[in-house]
């Protein structure tokens, strides 16, 4: 009567284990490296095991899942993410200066990969849920215990910063360095 | 396309809504207006293709991050090490239930304990009360040692020694309806204490009243143990032996009224004697050896030297 019945570790891997892909690729866009995102998965599982009699059965698990690593994530933010951040003011200039750079017509994964990384983890974070994970914004906003107009402004922000960091990347491959000499010369 | 000339600001405000129109994240009206602006804007069509392009090159990408097979089994492995606590398996709703039902049995706990200490001190209070009930029945009721016609006041007075020929007064004023027969000190086989003992008659029985040094004898304290208070004197009720016994407690005696008329009255009658008493007591002085004569019924002594 006390006891919930069913509690059995079968049931809970066959709800949880298919969402292993997803939250491993979210883990290993923001951790430091491939160890670190493994360590990040196996906690979440053993917590959303620990965890399983709270889940309520229909409701979303992949969603739940993920709040549990964000929640981790955020925890332990000091160790794990890269912290590179992009001073405010700086972004500002680079927002001026930079204001939707071209696409590159050809991107490569590893390029886009690498622009991602480099963008700030605070936007990194719903670049992925919403681009990659495709969770719709109020899950989001759920999922990282943030504001929903937080979420659009970050998610806004996050894409642009994304493109301006792969037109960078593809400046250092020498790919559209011409064009802002073009559009110089053509206002002149 | 039908190539259009939009203003810069109504461009701006298009392309404001274009990332959450590619979340598909408008409502349907704003959707509308945003489709109905990229059919006649070049540009903004072409944000809006470069901004989709990024994003499913980033969908594209992402996916080869995939998991190693060890990852899955490590899983697989600690989730089997690790199960669920005794408390992780309660019911939240459980939980309510379990509080509750921790919180009942603690409270009949703890009133369970109060009602056997309460059960105890009133076992303790009828022992005390006791003592003049045994008095009552041995010297008066089995003894019968009361004359039928009362004994002069000068001669109780006599037998009670000067330390308590004054009660004597204090107990014929305080029982109206009574008449004192005999008034002596007196004790009860096998017990060295000694009673100073006034029996009456009236309403057609026999009421003892009588009063014992208490020798570190102590009535328990306890509004539910009392009777009743009279002039802040706590009174005793116990019914033992067929008797009806109210006792009080002063400062190094006790005291007890016995017979068998019924409860209320005997609190009737204990309420005038009580605080009287007290007062009587406190007039004489007291004395360790009362310096008299003890009476000792003879059907007593008879059975005191028959079991010796």
């Given at each position: 009567?006390f006891?919930?019945?069913n509690m059995?570790?079968?049931?809970?891997?066959?709800?949880?284990?298919?969402h292993?892909?997803d939250l491993y690729r979210?883990a290993?866009?923001?951790a430091h490296?491939?160890?670190?995102?493994e360590?990040?998965?196996?906690?979440?599982?053993?917590?959303?095991w620990?965890?399983?009699?709270?889940?309520?059965?229909?409701?979303?698990?992949?969603a739940?899942?993920?709040?549990?690593?964000?929640h981790?994530?955020?925890h332990?933010?000091r160790r794990?993410?890269?912290a590179?951040?992009?001073?405010?003011?700086?972004?500002?200039q680079?927002d001026?200066i930079?204001?939707?750079?071209?696409?590159?017509?050809?991107?490569?994964?590893?390029?886009?990969?690498q622009?991602?990384?480099?963008?700030?983890?605070?936007?990194?974070?719903i670049v992925?849920l919403?681009?990659?994970?495709?969770f719709?914004?109020?899950?989001i906003?759920?999922t990282?215990?943030?504001?929903?107009?937080?979420v659009?402004?970050?998610?806004s922000?996050g894409?642009?910063?994304?493109?301006q960091?792969?037109?960078?990347v593809?400046?250092?491959y020498g790919i559209?360095q011409?064009q802002?000499?073009?559009r110089?010369?053509?206002?002149a | 396309?039908?190539v259009?000339r939009?203003d810069?600001?109504?461009?701006?405000?298009?392309?404001?809504?274009?990332?959450?129109?590619l979340?598909?994240?408008l409502?349907?009206?704003?959707t509308?207006d945003?489709?109905?602006?990229?059919?006649?804007?070049e540009a903004?069509?072409?944000e809006?293709?470069?901004r989709?392009?990024?994003?499913d090159?980033?969908?594209?990408?992402?996916p080869?991050?995939?998991?190693?097979?060890?990852?899955?089994?490590t899983i697989?492995?600690?989730?089997?090490?690790t199960?669920?606590?005794?408390?992780?398996?309660?019911?939240?709703?459980?939980w309510?239930l379990?509080?509750?039902?921790v919180?009942?049995v603690?409270?009949?706990?703890?009133?369970?304990?109060r009602?056997?200490?309460?059960?105890?001190r009133?076992?303790?209070?009828?022992?005390?009360?006791?003592l003049?009930?045994?008095?009552h029945?041995?010297c008066?009721?089995?003894?019968?040692?009361?004359?039928?016609?009362?004994?002069?006041?000068?001669?109780?007075r006599?037998?009670?020694?000067p330390?308590?020929?004054?009660?004597l007064g204090?107990?014929q004023q305080?029982?109206p309806?009574?008449?004192v027969?005999?008034?002596h000190?007196?004790?009860?086989?096998?017990s060295?204490r000694?009673?100073?003992?006034f029996?009456t008659r009236?309403r057609?029985?026999?009421?003892?009243?009588?009063?014992?040094?208490r020798g570190g004898?102590?009535l328990p304290g306890?509004?539910?143990?009392?009777?009743?208070?009279?002039?802040g004197?706590?009174?005793?009720?116990?019914?033992?032996?067929?008797?009806?016994?109210?006792?009080?407690?002063?400062?190094?005696?006790?005291?007890?009224?016995?017979?068998?008329?019924?409860?209320?009255?005997?609190l009737?009658v204990?309420e005038?004697?009580?605080?009287a008493l007290?007062?009587?007591?406190?007039?004489g002085?007291?004395?360790?050896?009362?310096?008299?004569?003890i009476?000792?019924p003879?059907?007593l002594q008879?059975?005191?030297?028959?079991?010796?």
């Amino acid at each position: 009567m006390f006891f919930r019945p069913n509690m059995h570790v079968e049931e809970f891997e066959a709800a949880a284990l298919p969402h292993l892909e997803d939250l491993y690729r979210t883990a290993r866009l923001l951790a430091h490296d491939p160890s670190e995102a493994e360590d990040l998965v196996q906690e979440v599982y053993l917590e959303a095991w620990k965890s399983y009699h709270r889940f309520e059965p229909g409701t979303n698990c992949r969603a739940w899942l993920f709040k549990i690593m964000f929640h981790r994530l955020h925890h332990f933010r000091r160790r794990w993410i890269k912290a590179e951040r992009i001073q405010p003011f700086e972004s500002q200039q680079q927002d001026n200066i930079m204001a939707d750079p071209e696409v590159p017509e050809e991107i490569r994964d590893g390029d886009i990969l690498q622009a991602l990384e480099r963008v700030p983890i605070e936007f990194r974070e719903i670049v992925m849920l919403a681009d990659v994970e495709e969770f719709a914004y109020k899950e989001i906003a759920a999922t990282l215990r943030i504001p929903l107009g937080t979420v659009m402004s970050r998610l806004s922000r996050g894409r642009k910063l994304l493109r301006q960091q792969l037109a960078a990347v593809a400046r250092s491959y020498g790919i559209g360095q011409e064009q802002p000499r073009q559009r110089q010369g053509e206002s002149a | 396309m039908n190539v259009m000339r939009f203003d810069t600001q109504q461009c701006e405000r298009i392309r404001r809504q274009l990332d959450a129109y590619l979340s598909n994240e408008l409502l349907v009206e704003t959707t509308s207006d945003v489709l109905r602006h990229l059919e006649g804007c070049e540009a903004c069509s072409r944000e809006l293709e470069s901004r989709t392009k990024l994003r499913d090159a980033l969908r594209k990408a992402a996916p080869s991050q995939l998991p190693p097979e060890r990852l899955r089994q490590t899983i697989h492995q600690n989730l089997r090490k690790t199960q669920p606590g005794f408390w992780a398996k309660l019911e939240t709703r459980n939980w309510v239930l379990a509080v509750a039902m921790v919180t009942v049995v603690l409270c009949a706990a703890v009133l369970g304990q109060r009602w056997y200490h309460l059960q105890q001190r009133r076992r303790l209070v009828a022992n005390i009360l006791s003592l003049g009930v045994s008095d009552h029945l041995h010297c008066a009721i089995q003894g019968h040692h009361y004359p039928d016609v009362a004994n002069p006041p000068e001669q109780l007075r006599k037998k009670l020694g000067p330390e308590y020929a004054g009660l004597l007064g204090v107990v014929q004023q305080k029982l109206p309806d009574f008449q004192v027969l005999e008034a002596h000190i007196c004790s009860v086989p096998g017990s060295p204490r000694k009673y100073i003992h006034f029996i009456t008659r009236g309403r057609g029985t026999i009421l003892s009243v009588i009063l014992t040094k208490r020798g570190g004898v102590s009535l328990p304290g306890g509004r539910l143990l009392l009777a009743g208070v009279s002039g802040g004197v706590p009174l005793y009720h116990a019914r033992l032996s067929g008797m009806e016994v109210v006792g009080f407690q002063y400062k190094d005696y006790l005291g007890f009224a016995v017979s068998d008329l019924g409860r209320n009255e005997m609190l009737q009658v204990a309420e005038g004697l009580a605080p009287a008493l007290e007062t009587g007591l406190s007039a004489g002085s007291e004395s360790e050896d009362l310096g008299i004569t003890i009476f000792r019924p003879r059907a007593l002594q008879w059975r005191e030297s028959s079991g010796a």
